[in-house]
């Protein structure tokens, strides 16, 4: 039998395993913390050892100072009326630091009426958020949605790759949020922890389409 003293070894052992496979830096520090505050509970046990008992303090130490960086950093972060809706509705699942990097990789732009956002069938160029006017969306010659202030266009194939479901194009003079779909790729694949909170929003906003275009079309008269 394990005494109590290896058992709390080995669960620092298994914290460590599971900082490895976290799918978030932010979760990693958490569990390699966690895993120094149980290895200086093991190293403050009899016998004390104390060059172990420096080390994890400093670990824990080093930890706390990152911890009061990220806080500090992420209230200093200052986000316009726009991409603070942007922030709090398809990027809330992220840090605000992490926010504010996604958001830089695009431009805010104007469109005018006629402007082509997506083509049906043709690879999805660049991801869109509304924050003014409105867009048709056709698809296979039939009007079956608009997107409104606040709306995301092309996130449902732009993170797959597939050619786009729908053509999108501006209806009214608008304004929005523009980002290019090689630019975003790079910046999820160099920061793999927080693509699942993107795919997890944008997989939301895509069901929320659905459900507006099915309601539309049944209350849409014969």
């Known amino acids: 039998m394990f005494s109590t003293e290896s058992l709390i070894l080995q669960l620092s052992y298994a914290l460590l395993i599971a900082a490895v496979l976290a799918r978030t830096p932010r979760r990693m520090r958490l569990l390699v913390a966690a895993a120094g505050l149980v290895t200086l ?7 004390p050892a104390y060059p172990a008992i420096i080390w994890m303090a400093l670990l824990l130490g080093a930890w706390l100072l990152m911890l009061w960086a990220d806080h500090h950093q992420g209230t200093r972060m200052r986000f316009s009326d726009a991409e603070e809706a942007m922030r709090r ?3 809330a699942g992220l ?6 990097q996604f958001i830089d990789q695009g431009l805010w732009l ?16 660049n991801l869109y958020y509304l924050v003014s006017g409105e867009a048709c969306v056709i698809s296979q010659g039939r ?12 996130e449902a194939t732009i993170l797959s790759g597939d050619a786009a479901t729908a053509s999108v ?19 999820l694949d160099d920061h793999e922890g927080l693509r ?10 895509v069901k929320e389409k659905l459900r507006a275009a099915n309601l539309a079309i049944a209350r849409r008269p014969e």
């Not at 840090?95 to 504010?100: E, F, L, S, T, W």
């Not at 104007?110 to 160029?125: H, I, K, M, S």
């Not at 699942?196 to 906003?205: G, H, T």
């Open 89 to 91: 509705t398809y990027l």
């Open 143 to 154: 009007q079956v949605g608009i997107c409104r202030a606040g709306d995301l266009i092309g």
């Open 110 to 125: 104007r469109g005018q009426a006629g402007d082509q956002l997506t083509c049906e069938g043709a690879p999805v160029a």
């Open 41 to 47: 509970v093991h190293a403050a046990i009899a016998p």
């Open 169 to 187: 194009t501006v209806s009214a003079p608008a304004e929005f949020w523009c980002a290019p779909t090689p630019a975003l790729r790079r910046f």
């Open 196 to 205: 699942s909170a993107i795919e997890r929003s944008f997989s939301n906003a």
């Open 95 to 100: 840090p605000r630091g992490a926010a504010r």
